[in-house]
């Protein structure tokens, strides 16, 4: 029962809702929606109709998220997603595949030949062919250009001819959709040079073998002179005897394994200075450490090397580098070599500082003497003492002769004898 004063039931709310239109977002309508992108893919035949399709593609992807996840607890469950997801990938994939071709696709084309252009190291044969794929395109794409360029009959004045183009093609101001077939012309002209200088040959399309024999490493080779084996040291060697040191680093560079290393830095050691083209590359072997090349260094006798060789006796490293470092810087004779090898006087090996106190010796420089007195008055090592008296000999100073003269009478045979020749001096 109610009193007077209650109202009528209000139903404006239920029929409020009732009007609301469902949004939610079904896996039926996105793919509803890609029906009609994929239709309008296949009919559109400009840049527009196809930013429109990328657009309505954009708009699924959006909408993809609010998508219903699928029930957790029904393992058999599908995720519709994942269909849409890959159908959307390849719509994207037919879309990029229809879009262009572009000036800019032929202009980046053109950039990338240009730098092979320069940037390849050609054998003879990959230079003229390189030569001719230019020729060609140029006169392919000569209909399409408002200049004239000409190729040369070199490559440098080639891959300027190229990069001409590119910049030609740049400033054309050419339309994806009103010059179209333009532009595809020009993009396969510059995709079959590509292509040609692809195959034109270079010097890694060969064997070892192959560039030293176009290199005409071997051509010195005679029945005559043919004795030692492998046939690349032979080589090498007459080589190196002719002067012709720029073929022998060639070959260096490209042999390459530790066995052939071992013959040509016997080359360059018996070389002696005459191996000074070959010191950057030594040089440069030096620095991890590598003896052999250390070697060759100190018979090159340039004293660009002294200040990495210094740094190789610093401290109480491996003796036996140590050795062949001090044994290089005394062949070298830098006067910025005494003070470093002064201080492997102190060094824990009797044969270091034995090598030491004899660079020491071959640097001949007065400053040694008071160092190498003192160590042929106190080192325990009689060998050590009479490597310092040799060195105060090979110094030769009134000061330095009279130093080793002192020890005439000395115990070890090896010192005596030393001062003696000094003392007679």
């Known amino acids: 029962m109610s009193n007077g004063d209650d109202e009528p039931a209000d139903d404006t709310a239920d029929e409020e809702t009732s009007d609301v239109p469902d949004t939610t977002v079904t896996a039926e309508d996105l793919q509803d929606r890609l029906d009609e992108a994929e239709a309008e893919l296949e009919a559109a035949e400009t840049e527009a109709a196809l930013d429109g399709v990328e657009e309505r593609l954009d708009s699924v992807e959006s909408d993809l998220e609010a998508l219903p996840e699928p029930d957790e607890d029904d393992e058999e469950a599908e995720d519709p997603a994942e269909a849409i997801e890959s159908r959307l990938s390849d ?5 990029e595949a229809q879009r262009g071709p572009y000036a800019e696709d032929v202009v980046g084309v053109l ?19 390189a030569l001719a794929a230019v020729e060609t395109f140029l006169a392919e794409v000569a209909d399409y250009l408002d200049r004239d360029v000409d190729v040369g009959d070199d490559l440098s004045v080639a891959a300027d001819a190229v990069g001409s183009v590119a910049g030609a093609v740049s400033e054309a101001g050419l339309d994806a959709d009103a010059d179209e077939d333009t532009i595809a012309d020009l993009l396969s002209a510059a995709e079959t040079l590509e292509s040609d200088l692809e195959s034109a040959e270079v010097w890694s399309d060969l064997t070892v073998q192959e560039q030293l024999d176009a290199k005409g490493f071997y051509d010195i080779l005679t029945n005559e002179n043919r004795k030692d084996f492998p046939p690349e040291w032979n080589a090498a ?11 022998v680093l060639y070959a260096f560079d490209k042999l390459g394994s530790d066995f052939m290393e071992e013959y040509f830095l016997d080359i360059f050691y018996h070389l002696g200075s005459d191996a000074e083209p070959a010191f950057e ?3 440069e072997l030096a620095q991890k450490r590598n003896k052999g090349p250390i070697k060759v260094l100190g018979k090159i006798g340039d004293d660009r090397a002294c200040e990495t060789l210094h740094e190789f006796i610093e401290g109480d490293g491996d003796p036996a580098l140590q050795k062949v470092t001090l044994r290089a810087l005394g062949a070298i004779g830098s006067p910025e070599s005494v003070q470093p090898v002064a201080n492997r006087l102190a060094a824990d090996s009797d044969e270091v500082r034995s090598v030491a106190a004899r ?3 071959l640097l001949g420089d007065t ?59």
Do not use: C, F
């Open 359 to 361: 660079t020491l010796g």
């Open 237 to 247: 060697k007459l080589h190196a005897k002719a002067g012709n040191l720029d073929l």
């Open 111 to 129: 950039e990338d030949a240009r730098t092979t252009l320069t940037d390849s190291e050609w054998t003879d044969d990959g230079e003229e062919d």
């Open 91 to 95: 719509l994207r994939d037919d879309l």
């Open 367 to 425: 400053r040694a003497v008071e160092p190498l007195a003192d160590i042929l008055e106190t080192d325990d090592s009689d060998e050590v003492r009479a490597s310092a008296a040799w060195a105060l000999r090979q110094i030769g100073t009134e000061n330095a002769l009279a130093e080793a003269a002192k020890y005439t009478d000395d115990r070890a045979y090896l010192v005596q004898s030393e001062a003696e020749k000094a003392a007679g001096a």
């Open 281 to 283: 590359k030594m040089h």
